[in-house]
């Protein structure tokens, strides 16, 4: 009984191929992918906005090789586009090999990728330990391409060798020059 049954199994592959042209085109037809492929729809989409929020996070900055800034933030969000980082509670270190640590701390922050800038906002506090200097200002801009801070806003510098007062400033990284704007006033 088994031999004929096995014997008679050939027989649906070959009904399958002499009937396939009566089944094939609707079979074809409905197999179809639907919709098909829109090259606009696909731009858009890849264009499309990631946004993000996350806790407790740390963007660590190099240059040439070295690590340059360590930015630490209770919470980061996408600012107005997707190459933007909005920061809360800001905490960043300036720990370059061979140049004194810097530390810096802000309310705000926004980290611009694509520019290399990071600008702290609101309560911005610089502190220098070594030379015992503390900088309080409400903006503070880093440009990474040109390793200066610029702070176009009023400042406070204090220090146990003098306190000074200005309206603004630009610091450089690389060669340590301040350069100081508007009306300057200096207690030694």
């Known amino acids: 009984m088994s031999g004929g049954l096995r014997n008679l199994l050939w027989l649906i592959p070959l009904g399958l191929l002499i009937t396939s042209p009566l089944w094939q085109a609707p079979a074809a037809e409905f197999l ?6 829109d090259a606009a729809a696909e731009q858009a989409y890849s264009q499309e906005r990631q946004d993000f929020v996350m806790e407790n996070i740390v963007l660590t900055f190099y240059s040439k090789g070295q690590r340059t800034w360590t930015v630490k933030a209770a919470q980061a969000r996408t600012g107005k586009t997707d ?3 909005d920061m809360a509670d800001v905490d960043a270190l300036y720990s370059k090999q061979g140049d004194d640590p810097i530390t810096v701390t802000s309310r705000k922050g926004i980290y611009r990728m694509n520019e290399k800038h990071l600008t702290l906002i609101e309560d911005v506090v610089l502190v220098k330990p070594v030379q015992q ?4 200002t409400e903006l503070l801009h880093y440009y990474d391409a040109d390793k200066m801070l610029v702070s176009p806003d009023k400042l406070r510098i204090d220090s146990p060798s003098f306190n000074l007062q200005g309206g603004g400033m630009e610091y450089d ?3 340590k020059d301040y ?3 508007g009306r300057v006033h200096v207690v030694m």
Not at 32 to 37: C, E, I, L, S, V
Not at 133 to 136: G, R
């Open 32 to 37: 179809k992918p639907r919709g098909g492929y």
């Open 83 to 85: 190459r933007e980082i």
């Open 133 to 136: 200097e503390e900088l309080h």
């Open 173 to 175: 990284l690389s060669n």
């Open 179 to 181: 350069d100081f704007g």
